[in-house]
């Protein structure tokens, strides 16, 4: 089996900066995407360069706010020519408004149909996204639970409806690509961690079907180690919730993906086709 290339969107943020040199430990390549040139020093740094079993990092100068069709992801793609794709990009609510719909929405959106809509040899698409994105309470959710998406939601409006938009889009050509095609050959994972902090891992999380959190935040650290375990895992698929917690974090992967666990539960497919139906 040939050695897995991996499409990194977001290549210089904090999280995909934790994960690049997880994935070249595994031996799989990785194609770096990232906006400015200035930043291929901090990715290339990862290269080894001692002939021994880890990938290798390449940079792909891809500026996600020109991305304005399938057709400019789909340019993309077939230049990295990846088996799996990893969506860690994101203006993080910051900057002008339209830069949060730019990327968080449109070019998100872009990809998600290159991946899922056009031909392609991609294995696994992984997402990673917000906890709190959802149009109403996940039904296992405490009040608490849904009062800390609130309270993200008014500090972040435009950042919600930008990746709420994506999200329920991501889950609309999931399905519609599940049902033509089934999903042997294929995983989609909406990655959907609370908050986030710059504090060391801990090695330890809930992953799954979890609260959000409240206000406890995740280490990037924590979700990047995580994103590298659920890509190594052939049975992992779906919305994914996840927090701080006390399971060690290869075996709160394993658990679920044993378990064929989804956080979808609660949400409403049929309405997002809905909304959708004039792009499908």
Known sequence: MSVPRVLLLGGHG????????????????VISAVRDPKHESDILKFNKGDGGSNGKVSISLSDLEK???????????????????VWAAGAGGKGPVDRTYAIDQDAAKHFIHAIM???NNIR???????????????????????????????????????????????????????EKHGDTDFQAINLRPTTLSDDPATGKVEFGRTGTGDRLPISREDVAIVADEV???SSVRGYQDLISGQTPIREAVEKVGRSGLCCFEGEDLEAMRERFRESL
């Open 231 to 233: 890509l190594a895992c």
């Open 124 to 178: 696994k698409f992984l997402l990673i996204s917000h906890i709190g994105s959802r149009r109403k309470p996940a039904p296992w959710w405490s009040s608490a639970d849904w009062e800390s998406v609130d309270r993200i939601k008014a500090a972040l409006p435009d950042y919600y409806k930008a990746k709420l938009d994506a999200d329920e889009y991501f889950s609309v050509m999931a399905a519609q690509r599940r």
């Open 117 to 119: 809509a056009r031909p």
């Open 14 to 29: 904090k999280i995909a900066l934790f994960l690049t040199p997880l994935l070249l430990a595994r031996g799989w390549d």
């Open 67 to 85: 991305i304005k069709s399938s057709d400019d992801a789909a340019g993309v793609i077939a230049a990295a020519k990846p088996d799996y794709v």
